[in-house]
């Protein structure tokens, strides 16, 4: 059996990004202890915590946040690092839109070679850390016909084919301090913040479709029989990360929010002349990151 990661590698963890922060003499009010995970929904809003996992390209979000203390992941006790160009691995905690966020710029994918339990080591350290609530973005291939590069997609539910396959991040031993050896995922993504997130995708005049996100492993893309089975089972979108987190978070009673960038439309048929590459991805992925942000801005206003 694999060694698993245990309460005490996750409160290192934090420990360590709370004595960073410590220093800096800002008062971002990092929970002091674990008690204070149960009672954040009675603090304060200037108190509250807002985790998010920025994906790939969403630089100036990560620049937008003031009084900024940034650690970069190696030197974090036990997290993972990032192997991918483009993806730059740093923690920064700070000021954004009238909320203390903790914010991953830079994820940690599964085909980096780190195993499921070490991706998702973040999302615990910022539950331990008092996080309430967490935000996940990411690329994702457009399996619905009717989307298209450059769309906003709101995740509304997923399917885990990595999971299914065995590599789930809650398997091992269940640590009650996060949550329940088996965790219901009926509503992965908290009604509350799907809500609040078209109300204001609204109000901001930004167009954000809704959708079931596929999680595959890659780092392949998939073929097209593989694109037109997604779509068949009921796939809008298909993407390499996220579902992981999402699953931590909710076993940690944390709400969590999924918003996509449909960075190119996943090609379902032999015999073209079309390819999806990276250097595509990135580049919608930057095109879109000013509306992403002006959302994500007007979401935390609102938390
Ligand atoms: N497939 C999987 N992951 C992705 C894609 C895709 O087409 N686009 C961005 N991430």
Not at 48 to 65: D, F, K, Q
Not at 195 to 216: C, E, F, K, M, P
Not at 276 to 283: A, F, G, M, Q
Request: proline fraction near 5%.
């Amino acid at each position: 059996m694999s060694a698993h990661f245990e309460l005490a590698d996750y409160d290192s963890a934090a420990d360590f990004v709370r004595a960073q922060t410590d220093r800096s003499n800002a008062a971002f009010g990092l929970a002091k202890d674990s008690t204070s995970m149960a009672s954040e929904a009675q603090k304060p809003r200037e108190q509250r915590l807002t985790g998010l996992v920025l994906g790939s390209g969403l630089n100036p979000l990560a620049e937008a946040i003031e009084d900024a203390i940034a650690i970069p992941f190696e030197r974090i006790p036990h997290f993972p690092t990032s192997t991918v160009t483009g993806h730059e691995g740093q923690l920064i905690v700070g000021q954004l839109a009238g909320q203390t966020v903790v914010a991953m710029q830079g994820r940690i994918h599964l085909y980096e070679g780190y195993t499921t339990e070490e991706i998702t080591f973040p999302i615990r350290v910022m539950r331990r850390l008092g996080v309430e609530t967490l935000i996940l973005t990411n690329a994702a291939g457009g399996l619905n016909p009717n989307f298209h590069a450059g769309d906003l997609m709101l995740i509304v539910d997923h399917m885990d084919f990595v999971g299914m396959a065995g590599h789930n991040p809650l398997r091992g031993p269940n640590i009650p301090s996060f949550g329940t050896r088996f965790p219901s995922m009926t509503e992965a993504y908290t009604p509350f913040l799907r809500r609040l997130a078209l109300d204001t995708a609204r109000n901001l005049d930004i167009s954000l479709r809704q959708g079931v996100y596929a999680y595959v492993a890659g780092p392949n893309f998939e073929t097209p029989a593989e694109v037109r089975f997604l779509r068949l089972v009921g796939a809008d979108a298909v993407g390499m990360s996220t579902v992981p987190e999402t699953l931590v978070g909710m076993h940690a009673g944390m709400r969590v929010l999924g918003i996509s960038t449909i960075t190119d439309e996943a090609i379902d048929q032999l015999d073209t002349d079309r390819e999806t590459s990276h250097e595509e991805i990135l580049k919608t992925g930057k095109a879109v990151v000013p509306q992403l942000t002006q959302l994500l801005i007007g979401i935390l206003e609102r938390l």
